[in-house]
């Protein structure tokens, strides 16, 4: 069986992504390459301060004013997300969350100034990232699969 494969250069505005386009007989295959990033925080007595994880949760918690329903929705314990809070704010030595019990009014966990500004923060933290990880992998990327597609 015989494999024929082109690859194309797809340009976008932040970066340039590889596309493998293999054919056998009847089957198409498209893969398109691109660099990942997992950013996290660490201090010197701790392994992770903050990271997406807690990111995540962080995030859910401002748009749901509850731990229990943020936790459903990430799919975590109420316990581990709670964990992850209490561990979060050791770590940094600053709360991160302001939590009202229940009651006749109900219960709310909302975001301390702090916990909004961390996340504020971090969330420019990981496009910048993520949009400079683009463009050094293009920067290295890009040439060889123009020799590869030359070859071809």
């Known amino acids: 069986m015989e494999i024929f494969a082109t690859i194309k250069i797809l ?22 390459i691109k660099p990942r990033l997992k950013l996290w925080l660490s201090s010197d007595n701790s392994n992770s301060v903050f990271g997406e994880g807690k990111w995540k949760l962080l995030k859910a918690i401002d748009k749901y ?37 229940g009651g006749t009014a109900g219960g709310a966990t909302t975001l301390t100034k702090t916990g ?15 949009t400079y990880s683009e463009m050094i992998f293009a920067l290295y990327f890009n040439p060889v699969f123009n020799k590869l597609q030359e070859k071809l």
């Open 11 to 32: 340009k976008s505005i932040n970066a340039s992504w590889a596309v493998f386009e293999m054919t056998e007989q009847y089957m198409r295959l498209k893969i398109i």
């Open 116 to 130: 909004k500004l961390i996340v504020e923060t971090f969330t420019k933290y990981k496009t910048s990232m993520n």
């Open 65 to 101: 004013s509850s731990i229990k329903k943020s936790s459903e929705v990430l799919n975590i314990s109420y316990k581990k997300a709670w964990n992850l809070i209490k561990n979060a704010e050791e770590a940094i030595g600053i709360n991160l969350v302001i939590k009202r019990r």
